[in-house]
């Protein structure tokens, strides 16, 4: 990868990497207007933290993290809602970095802890996150509309 990787918070000029990466993740081309909608609310939102790794201007990955006060914690919790590394740099540190990041926010920010749900059908991300210090410790249930 060259020069050192560069960690910083996500800016307006980074929607068109973030939407390139969440139709990659999800494997769906999504609503565009709507997603810029959503993007530019949740960046601006100070509750939330999204950061983005790049060398050299050219995005390596990002990672989305939300927080809120939940009484069942009686204090305030991070989520992990999306992380992106790009294919050509898995596996050289770059999500280490930036889970890195999220790790010193919710020490400064006194979370009671960090949370990260993964798709069933994402396998691979079970151990990616056990190497990342996660514990698998919940079981998650969804209904679709």
């Known amino acids: ?6 960690i910083r918070k996500i800016e307006k000029q980074d929607l068109d ?9 999800e494997n769906e081309t999504l609503n565009f207007k709507v997603f810029k909608e959503i993007f530019n609310e949740n960046i601006s939102n100070p509750k939330n933290l999204y950061l983005i790794a790049e060398n050299e ?9 939300h927080t809120q006060n939940l009484l069942h ?3 305030l919790v991070g989520e992990i809602q999306e992380f992106f590394i790009h294919q050509k740099c898995r596996g050289q ?4 970095l930036l889970i890195s990041e999220i790790k010193n926010f919710a ?3 006194n979370l009671k802890n960090i949370e990260v749900t993964t798709n069933r059908k994402r396998v691979e991300n079970v151990a990616i996150y056990e190497n990342l210090g996660f514990t698998l410790s919940h079981n998650k249930f969804t209904i679709y509309k």
């Open 107 to 109: 020490d400064q920010n």
């Open 93 to 96: 540190g770059v999500g280490c």
């Open 73 to 75: 914690h009686c204090g």
């Open 1 to 6: 990868m060259g020069t050192e990787i560069q």
């Open 57 to 65: 201007n050219e995005g390596l990955g990002f990672i989305s993290f």
């Open 17 to 25: 990497f973030i939407y390139k990466a969440i139709c990659e993740l």
